[in-house]
């Protein structure tokens, strides 16, 4: 203990928090998971917005903290190789992207890296006996988005509708965004002139007046069906029908106007009452032979191309015969559940959210799939609850939010012994400390599988087959 706290003390006095608005020239080595380029002066950290590892770059320091800071990126003085122009206009005002100016063939190389730093880091696992494979990304990777959420604001030309300033609330507006796809554009745009025409007035936020607060649009790329969602301060829209009617005759594949009323003082987009204007309630998409119905306010993955490669690589991990049961743990909407149980005796999901797991039922229905049953519920309780009862399962899946499992659910998975767990993951280090838990409790990692399911951001997602042994 002595030892270890004298040789921080050392290593602290080497470093040299350095000053806010010094100029410093840093050689990068590293990006951070938020897209950051990371390097050393003086033995402290700095991240710098837009720099790239292998660059050296002059920056000026903006903020600094006791073991790292923050610095403005003011000139390169030697260029990454894979420094490319990013291709979106408004790519520095808007926060949507992080690594546009990073090479996509970089990107994916960037992202298994960023793995395979927290499977060793935070999780202890020897990488030599761990396959980790290349980040499987897309051959097209723009427009990949099948859901856009626009808020919407005014100027004095009219009614605007874009995306935050970084770290603002002023809306900027934008008239088209590389990774949306072009139908959702095209409403956006659509629905913002019906509106102005209509004389509606966008939603205030400081005066807290106005009515029409963002435009959400749903596109099924399957089916090409469209759903337009309203989210608006009132019930009352000035000339509805007129409205509606715009609507419809500019889209003809336009299947759904929903009206969500959000009348509270919040930057929460969706309010409590929904409502059809006009059409049906629900949307329809397919990922692989499988049909979703999509509402309003359900979950329903972005980037369906890459959704079908992150399902098809779990079912292989899954490595079902037919007489499996299976437990789903984090099932959202059951789309997983639905894709495992084509290949099972039987799938159980679970689901903290009771409208996803009302979904999950009705997309079974919809797809004849009886061999999938649904629960609502925390994971951490339920599944603990359902081995009490008596029930096991021979492989589990689980695919939680940012913060991973809970220690009481990992407890109870190595309690339960399935032969394999699969772990769909949206954070490489929450799952490098799940893997850890697991491992430590009888598992053994075999095989990590990067997919990218957000080209040109900073999101690494992951499945993973764990092997008891
Ligand atoms: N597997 C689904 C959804 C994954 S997103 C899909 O691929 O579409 C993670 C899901 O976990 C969300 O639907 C969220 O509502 C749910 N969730 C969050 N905490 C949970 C908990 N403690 N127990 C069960 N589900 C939870």
Redesign the pocket.
Known sequence: MKLESSENEMAEEQIRILEKNEYVDVYIDDLSHEGLGVGKVDGYTLFIKDALPGEKVKAKVTKTKKRFGFARLLEIIEHSPHRVEPPCPIYAQCGGCQLQHLGYEEQLRQKEQQVRSQLTKIGGIDLEQVKVHPTLGMSEPWRYRNKAQVPIGENEGGLIGGFYRQGTHDIIDMQECLIQHEANDEVIQKTKDIAQELGIRAYDEQKHSGLLRHVVVKYGFYTQELMIVLITKEETIPHKEMFIEKLRESFPNLKSIIRNVNKAKTNVIFGEQTKVLWGEEYIYDQIGDIRFAISARS???VNPQQ?KVLYDKALEYAQLQGHETVI??????G??SLFLAQKAKKVLG????PE?IADAKRNARLNHIENAEFAV????KVIPWWKAQGITADVIVV???RKGC?EALLETIIQMKPERVVY?SCNPSTLARDLKFLEDGGFKTVEVQPVDMFPHTSHVECVVLLQRQ
């Open positions: 979950f329903y993955q959704t789903d743990a984090y099932c959202g909407i789309t997983i679970v689901e903290v959210v996803a519920g925390e994971a951490e695919d939680p939010p809970d769909v």
